[in-house]
Nanobody, 117 residues
Framework: QEKLVESGGGLVQPGGSLRLSCTASASIFPINSMGWYRQAPGKERELVATISSGGSTSYADSVKGRFTISRNNAKNTVYLQMNSLKPEDTAVYYC???????????WGQGTQVTVSS
């Protein structure tokens, strides 16, 4: 059984928008931070955005002003709203959840985002 289930990736034209979702199973408790990473072909995985349990957010400089991370604690779900997408945003996007006193990290299976005309 998948512990993190992602959805929302796809193909979009430059300037378009996509919304990613990631839902954690109820067995992951208590959830601390939630976030999104991405990995483009031939590149290392990089942090895109994170949100703390209290709602504090942080973003990579490359996505500031274009991407918005949010979470619904009642649904154990984190979202990434991506606007003004650029070809360089093309990557596999991974959801990350940090849980418990030992801050165990869980990863989603990844969802492909392709920005191309």
């Amino acid at each position: 059984q998948e512990k993190l289930v992602e959805s929302g990736g796809g193909l979009v034209q430059p300037g378009g928008s996509l919304r990613l979702s990631c839902t954690a199973s109820a067995s992951i408790f208590p959830i601390n931070s939630m976030g999104w990473y991405r990995q483009a072909p031939g590149k290392e995985r990089e942090l895109v955005a994170t949100i703390s349990s209290g709602g504090s957010t942080s973003y990579a400089d490359s996505v500031k002003g274009r991407f918005t991370i949010s979470r619904n604690n009642a649904k154990n779900t984190v979202y990434l709203q991506m606007n003004s997408l650029k070809p360089e945003d093309t990557a596999v996007y991974y959801c990350n959840v940090n849980a418990g006193i030992r801050r165990v990290a869980y990863w989603g299976q990844g969802t492909q985002v392709t920005v191309s005309s």
